[in-house]
């Protein structure tokens, strides 16, 4: 047993990037205080940090009154914006976790009020530009209930990551959330289409993470009804054209029980990946799926024995933004 006796935490006034130390002694902590106004937006980074060896998880990082901790290791990171809720002096703690011990630079940035503007389902693509760390962009338009619409960003300069320097969500009327944070980077995204549940004003949030800063731009579809129609099996091929991102396209034919059936696309225009724009599949008329691939420019087919007889369905899914067309044929 070793039983330590702890010195009172080290505290320093923050100012601009502030070396701390922490945990000189199991059980010590840090606090750095800064002077805050009421209403002020706040982000706290941390960085260097050589508290503990995880990369994730040896110290956690708060604000007095108004940041729960944050769990952090070696990578550093950040408490996210806040906003201050009184003038007056705050205090931002650094405690490490078990045994460890070590030293991190904090660092405040003065976070200022969202990006905000507007965007019209079907309509021109909006641009926005997110400089300070800290700081999202939030684009409103007006739903109606059971319109369907799907998201396509472009132009992507927000961080250095091809697939996740930010996140993008809705929000509903209400506030809450009908598509979560979806990760995005300079490769671009795409929201799948999503249903409106109810009419009203909805939010497209844009949240880059940690400390980036950049631009985006997003287009908001309003997606038509899927395309629909009828196969037979050993009869003629069904031309199918998908025209707006999020659009899919359903076939059904009849089966019987034991048949064995292919399904083919040919004269694909989907994407202009010759292996991988779009998901063809099969599927029961319970909806549990059957057969699938992911095919492209160059075609090709899903095969599949039939367990029951009944209507089945074939789903053509192009994959983000794709759009296109192709003919469609069961043997």
Do not use: H, W
């Amino acid at each position: 047993m070793t039983l330590y006796d702890v010195l009172p935490d080290a505290s320093v006034p923050l100012s601009g990037p502030t070396p701390v130390s922490a945990g000189s002694v199991p059980g010590q902590n840090a606090v750095a205080t800064f002077q805050g106004t009421a209403g002020q937006r706040i982000l706290v980074r941390a960085s260097n940090v050589t508290v503990g060896t995880s990369t994730c998880c040896s110290l956690k990082l708060s604000i007095s009154r108004v940041a729960q901790p944050v769990l952090m290791g070696r990578n550093g990171g950040i408490i996210d914006t806040v906003r201050l809720p009184s003038t007056g002096t705050y205090s931002v703690m650094v405690d490490p976790q078990g045994m460890d011990s070590g030293s991190v630079t904090l660092q405040t940035f003065d976070v200022p009020e969202d990006v905000t503007g507007s965007i019209a389902p079907g309509g021109a693509p909006v641009s926005v530009n997110v400089g300070s760390p800290g700081q999202n962009a939030a684009l409103s338009f007006s739903g109606l209930a059971g319109q369907r619409v799907s998201l396509k960003l472009s132009g992507v300069t927000m961080g250095t990551s091809t697939c996740c320097s930010a996140r993008v969500g809705i929000l509903k009327p209400d506030g809450s959330s009908l598509v979560m944070g979806t990760l995005f980077g300079t490769n671009g995204g795409f929201v799948d289409t999503k249903v409106l549940p109810v009419s009203g004003t909805y939010k497209v949030v844009l949240d880059p993470q940690a400390l980036d800063v950049g631009s985006a731009t997003t287009t908001l579809y309003d997606v038509p009804p899927d395309v629909t129609g009828s196969l037979t099996v050993g009869g003629p091929g069904v031309n199918v054209s998908l025209g707006t991102p999020g659009q899919n396209a359903l076939l059904t034919f009849s089966g019987a029980a034991g048949q064995r059936v292919s399904v083919q696309a040919s004269s694909v225009t989907v994407g202009t990946s010759t292996c991988c724009s779009f998901v063809l599949s099969v599927k029961r008329s319970d909806g549990v799926t059957v057969a699938t691939t992911l095919l492209g420019t160059n075609g090709g087919a899903v095969s599949a024995t039939l367990s029951v007889a009944g209507t089945f369905s074939v789903f053509v899914d192009p994959q983000s933004a794709n759009i296109g067309g192709a003919t469609v044929t069961a043997t």
